[in-house]
């Protein structure tokens, strides 16, 4: 079997809007060297499917990796997944992140003579919807000073000699963080809310950093009104080669 190797773009995918959330395959990377094949020039075999992933009206924010359940095989029969043939948990998202894509990724090679690939399960991923803001007005940026902004917890750390901010939540509802001086205008603060999943538990997290001689700053917070798990089912397949 040859070497396939197919990307898809979101905005390709894109092109209508589904009414429900909906999963599909839509393309292979494949490797299945010859047995005889060097190991020093060639990578072990496997499948990787690409899945398009459609949420309207929500914001996809993570993958539950330990909820999601998906199974990759072959139409010969050929089972192709480890016990957790996901490549990663991250999912690439679009401006809107109302829709994803999840890379599946299986150990083997499809077999000899197979023509489609197909994974089946549960996807399970958590999404926002609605939006709520929170603000606090006049925060000390000195050592260890700390406050609670809705669902954010801020606190000044002294990093390197300098004054930073950092966010820490348990959850992933923050949409955004903004910082304003102290006459209400709009702050430049470099920094950028990361999101941690491990073994199940998601947060996110931050360390922003101020211009200097900043003494004092208002933050506003917009986050999610709701975020849940959406769990969606499975059952999609594609073509081995063209």
Do not use: W
Request: net charge positive; charged share 20%; with cysteine.
């Amino acid at each position: 079997m040859r070497t396939t190797l197919a990307l898809v773009f979101l905005a390709a995918a894109g092109g209508a809007t589904a009414a429900d959330p909906s999963v599909k395959a839509y393309a292979l990377n494949v490797n299945n060297p010859p047995k005889d094949a060097p190991k020093e020039i060639v990578s072990p075999a496997y499948t990787g499917a690409y899945l398009f992933i459609q949420v309207p009206g929500q914001h996809v924010l993570a993958l539950d990796t330990v909820a999601t359940k998906l199974a990759l095989t072959d139409d010969k029969g050929t089972d192709l997944g480890a016990k957790s043939p996901l490549a990663g948990n991250a999912l690439a998202t679009d401006k809107s992140k109302e829709q994803a894509r999840l890379y599946v990724l299986g150990p083997k090679a499809p077999a000899t003579g197979a023509t489609r690939v197909r994974v089946k399960g549960e996807l399970v991923l958590l999404c926002g919807t609605g939006e709520k803001t929170a603000t606090a007005e006049k925060f000390a940026i000195k050592d260890k000073e700390k406050v609670a902004v809705g669902p954010a917890a801020f606190e000044v750390v002294l990093a390197k000699d300098k004054l930073t901010v950092t966010l820490k939540t348990d959850g992933a509802a923050v949409k955004s963080v903004a910082f304003t001086d102290a006459e209400g205008k709009p702050l430049t603060a470099g920094g950028t809310t990361n999101l941690n999943v491990a073994g199940g538990k998601i947060a996110q997290t931050a360390t922003f950093t101020l211009p200097a001689k900043t003494e004092t700053v208002g933050i506003k917070v917009v986050y999610y009104e709701k975020v849940e798990p959406l769990k969606l089912p499975v059952d999609t397949d594609t073509g081995v080669g063209p």
